[in-house]
């Protein structure tokens, strides 16, 4: 794995901008993960060489178009980490708070942490909706991300009540999102986001091409949102368009 993350990071350009040890310590957590994958279902990738394309390089691109040096990102519905442990690998500098409802998630990513030597990274067990609330998480990131998480409309809902004036949320997306995208215009408006950039980027070593829609945060989120989980359901924001 670790070959093919050096290659690919060089492939993306990336080769002097990540952590010198990324290679290494990203292999060591595409391992980690898979062993774990054995008993806990982590990813539907049981692969070294496609956890190593598929899931390090994939979210090692966004340093492409962000600049995470000494800044903070809440990684919402991280699951197995992606992409907020990936980053805080590739950029030492970065403090990353993983935010999943899922105590056995969380509890191995910790394990994974410690095993990597990792710091500043914090893991928090709650809802999103119900955490995008609380005066401690809200506004206080300069990075909210998600990775195949829900619609783009859904989550800005979720995610950008946590983004500061200023900062962006980052939803990594397939290349067909186009529609989810204008879609979700009106809702990022409500919520104090502007669609401001979707950059492609291919995954080397493979075929695929992946998005990443770059929303910035321009206004505070009203008092509002987000809402209870029921009512996003029910009424999503982009039906009042």
Avoid at 182 to 191: F, I, K, Q, V
Wanted: aromatic share 6%.
């Amino acid at each position: 794995m670790e070959s093919i993350i050096s290659q690919g990071l060089e492939e993306l350009g990336l080769a002097g901008r990540a952590a010198e040890n990324a290679p290494e310590q990203l292999a060591r957590f595409g391992r980690l993960l898979l062993e774990k994958n054995r008993v806990m279902n982590l990813t539907a990738i049981r692969e070294p060489e496609d956890a190593a394309r598929l899931h390090m390089l994939d979210c090692a691109a966004l340093l492409r178009f962000c600049d995470f040096r000494g800044r903070t990102l809440i990684d919402v519905g991280t699951g197995a980490g992606f992409p907020g442990m990936a980053l805080k690998i590739l950029e030492s500098s970065l403090e990353v708070t993983l935010l999943d409802s899922l105590e056995k998630r969380l509890g191995w990513l910790e394990e994974a942490g410690g095993a990597l030597g990792l710091k500043g990274v914090r893991t928090v067990r709650a809802r999103a909706e119900e955490l995008g609330r609380d005066p401690e998480y809200r506004e206080a990131f300069d990075f909210a991300s998600a990775r195949a998480v829900a619609r783009l409309g859904v989550l800005c809902e979720l995610c950008l009540p946590y983004v500061k004036v200023g900062g962006a949320f980052l939803a990594m997306k397939s290349v067909d999102s186009g529609p989810e995208a204008e879609e979700a215009r009106h809702a990022a408006a409500l919520l104090g986001g502007e669609l401001e950039r979707q950059e492609d980027y291919p995954i080397p070593g493979t075929e695929v091409v992946h998005r990443l829609v770059v929303i910035r945060k321009v206004s505070p989120t009203p008092p509002g949102y987000p809402r209870r989980w029921a009512r996003i359901q029910k009424a999503p924001l982009w039906e009042r368009a």
